[in-house]
């Protein structure tokens, strides 16, 4: 059972828009901290795709936005193309735990 | 560019010892909060480590509170892990990774290096 809560799959097809949640309590998103998104494509290591919420690192495209509300945090891919077919996790920190957590990772289809 | 290189995984036996290394470059190593990250056959990614960037601060997850220990070496530009009674359930890919920003924030993780597989097993 993952701290963060995030849908186990999501799918779209080429083009199309999806959003992938990010659900936290108050002691982790709702206190404040901020949520980072990873993508990890098959069989490789994670990328770091939103940082602080909002922020792409350079070389990330502009289809990837990352919103922040209250507890939760909402990862948004509009235009799916067929190589955004990859695991999707977020990350923040949990002051109660006391370490940085992870969400359990939502799976993206591009249909 | 930044690189990230991890070396030192393998097969080791429970109770057993390893130590994983991770070569940094392409940025000011002492600026930045270095991790681990690991992630078991098929599953999600778990932070394991951390440590500041002057070594003063190190910081684990509870399930590896007294048996591995995370350092680096700033004349090397080198983090390394430490891992001591090894235990099946540390069957994982290990990654490093750094901060993202060289402020005081939220930590992250990214770049990250490729990963080095640790297979513990009798």
């Known amino acids: 059972q993952s701290v963060l809560t995030q849908p186990p799959s999501v799918s779209g097809a080429p083009g199309q828009r999806v959003t992938i949640s990010c659900t936290g309590s108050?002691?982790?998103?709702?206190?404040?901290?901020?949520v980072h998104w990873y993508q990890q494509l098959p069989g490789t290591a994670p990328k770091l795709l939103i940082y602080r919420n909002t922020n792409r690192p350079s070389g990330v495209p502009d289809r990837f936005s990352g919103s922040k509300s209250g507890t939760s945090a909402s990862l948004a891919i509009g235009g799916l193309q067929a190589e955004d077919e990859a695991d999707y996790y977020c990350q923040s920190y949990d002051s109660s735990l006391s370490r940085s957590v992870f969400g359990g990772g939502t799976k993206l289809t591009v249909l | 560019e930044v690189q990230l290189v991890e070396s030192g995984g393998g097969l080791a036996q429970p109770g057993g010892s390893l130590r994983l290394s991770c070569a940094a470059s392409?940025?000011?190593?002492?600026?930045?909060?270095m991790s681990w990250v690991r992630q078991a056959p098929g599953k999600g990614l778990e932070w394991v480590s951390s440590?500041?960037?002057?070594?003063?601060?190190?910081y684990y997850t509870d399930s590896v509170e007294g048996r591995f220990t995370i350092s680096r070496d700033k004349s090397t530009n080198m983090l390394h892990l430490r891992m001591n009674s090894l235990r099946v359930e540390d069957t994982a890919i290990y990654y490093c990774?750094?901060?993202?920003?060289?402020?005081?924030?939220?930590?992250?993780?990214?770049?990250w290096g490729q990963g080095t597989l640790v297979t513990v097993s009798s």
């Open positions: 990774a750094r901060d993202p920003t060289d402020i005081v924030a939220t930590p992250g993780f990214g770049p």
């Open positions: 392409g940025f000011t190593f002492s600026n930045y909060v």
């Open positions: 108050s002691s982790n998103i709702g206190a404040g901290y901020d």
């Open positions: 440590i500041s960037g002057s070594g003063d601060s190190t």
